[in-house]
């Protein structure tokens, strides 16, 4: 593991109970950083706490109950977590996939879910910590959006919709943010095998295994490296740009 130089900065991850989000946690504080894991499942993330205090100290990891779908949710986290410690990083990395189906059989409430969760739960998050880090001339957000965000996937309309609007919200709050000290970026992602695959069929696992020409889907820990290099001071000249992690698929 190559070294990265977090030391003293404290990092919001949301969907940090699971998956990428408890890979990028575990990260961050090999990285010497801090943590604070947002999620909407307290009892995982009170397992995901028991697992990082194996390795690291009490003091670096903090856990809160926040469903980033509710604004109310959202602005009541930031307000008890800045209550604490500065936020000097924002990972926005909570998400669903949603259905694996046709669009003219979507569900309506499912569509309405996924852009809860992965477009409105992200501004949410990104509207509420944004302007403290503004405030204070300093500051990481990194959004996990997705290559399906740049080629659509079948039979995945509202996942590959709203990681296209993620990475059109990074892009604008990038140049928003771009003499403030507050950098914006994203990564796209190909599939990953994360847990976030007990909700895909597996023709559509089959078929995102198909597009990448590296053969294999890619490591929570590839996405955590780059995740939180974004989030270090040697980041520097990079905002509102968009990462590929994506073992050769995308094409832009």
Known sequence: MNQLDLTGRHAVV?????????????RILASQGQVTLWDKDAARLIKARESLLVEFPASQVDIMSVDVASYESVAQ????????????ILVNCAGITGPNTTMWDYPIQAWRDVMDVNVNGLFYCCK??????????????????????????????????????V???????????AETGVLVNCVTPAAVKTALFDQMSAEHIQFMLSKIPMGRFGLPEEVAALVCWLCTEDCSFSTGAVFDLSGGRATY
């Open 14 to 26: 949301t969907g940090g109970a699971a998956g990428l989000g408890l890979a990028i946690a575990n």
């Open 77 to 88: 986290a930031s307000v008890k977590t800045l209550a604490l410690k500065v936020v000097d």
């Open 128 to 165: 509420e910590l944004s302007s403290h880090m503004k405030d204070r001339g300093f500051g990481r957000i990194v959004n996990v959006a997705s290559v399906a965000g740049k080629d659509g996937n079948p039979n995945a309309s509202a996942y590959s919709a709203s990681k296209a609007a």
């Open 167 to 177: 990475i059109g919200l990074t892009k604008s709050l990038g140049k928003e943010l």
